[in-house]
Each structure stands twice: as structure tokens, then as C-alpha cells.
């Protein structure tokens, strides 16, 4: 049974770093692109990126390219959201995902920036 952890969340002040990690059981991970998705207070899902499962390509949206990036470890069977320059907006609940659609989520870890 396919399941992913996230963890890595917090509270972080404008400007500041996160790293989050998810930890994935119960598939192939290493055949399987990965992607975090997010999901803002009283706002939809948002797609935020995506990298193919050799880590050949990184696919970012445009309000988290140059600030974020992601990775991710095959022999963990984990992927990464390395978050920089945070801002308020990046506020969310933030999960990872086989699909950029964010199917198959897991619980989400939260992240709020604020002063």
C-alpha cells in the first residue's frame, strides 16, 4: 500500500528556511516521478514542483522558481522541498505526491511564515 510522510514543517519568519522532507513505502519509488503540492488556508491545491524519478529534471511553478528546489534520494526512498527566502504567501499546508495533481497525498506537514 502506497503511503507518503511529509515532515519538515514549521513556523519561520520572512526570509527564513525550510527544509521538508517525505518518506514513501509501499511502491517503486525509484521508478516514479515525484511532486509537492500545497494548499493554502481557504484555497484550493496548488501544484508546486515536480522531479522525474532519476532526478533528471526539475519542474517548478513560477511564484517558487529561484526559491525553492527539490530533490530527492532514491536509496531513502525519500524527496526533498528545500524552501529559501520564504514569504507569507508561502503559507500552506505542503504534501508530496506521486501526481502533480497532488492524488494520493500524504497528511501534509504545515508551514507559516510569519513575524
Known amino acids: 500500500q502506497e503511503k507518503l510522510v511529509e515532515s519538515g514543517g514549521g513556523l519561520v519568519q520572512p526570509g527564513g528556511s525550510l527544509r521538508l522532507s517525505c518518506a514513501a513505502s509501499?511502491?517503486?519509488?525509484?521508478?516514479?516521478?515525484m511532486s509537492w503540492v500545497r494548499q493554502a488556508p481557504g484555497k484550493g491545491l496548488e501544484w508546486v514542483s515536480t522531479i522525474a524519478s532519476d532526478s533528471g529534471r526539475e519542474y517548478y511553478a513560477g511564484s517558487v522558481k529561484g526559491r525553492f528546489t527539490i530533490s530527492r534520494d532514491n536509496a531513502k526512498n525519500t524527496v526533498y522541498l528545500q524552501m529559501n527566502n520564504l514569504i507569507p504567501a508561502d503559507t500552506a499546508v505542503y504534501y508530496c505526491a506521486t501526481t502533480p495533481d497532488g492524488a494520493g497525498r500524504g497528511q501534509g506537514t504545515q508551514v507559516t511564515v510569519s513575524s
Open positions: 509501499g511502491f517503486t519509488f525509484s521508478d516514479v516521478p
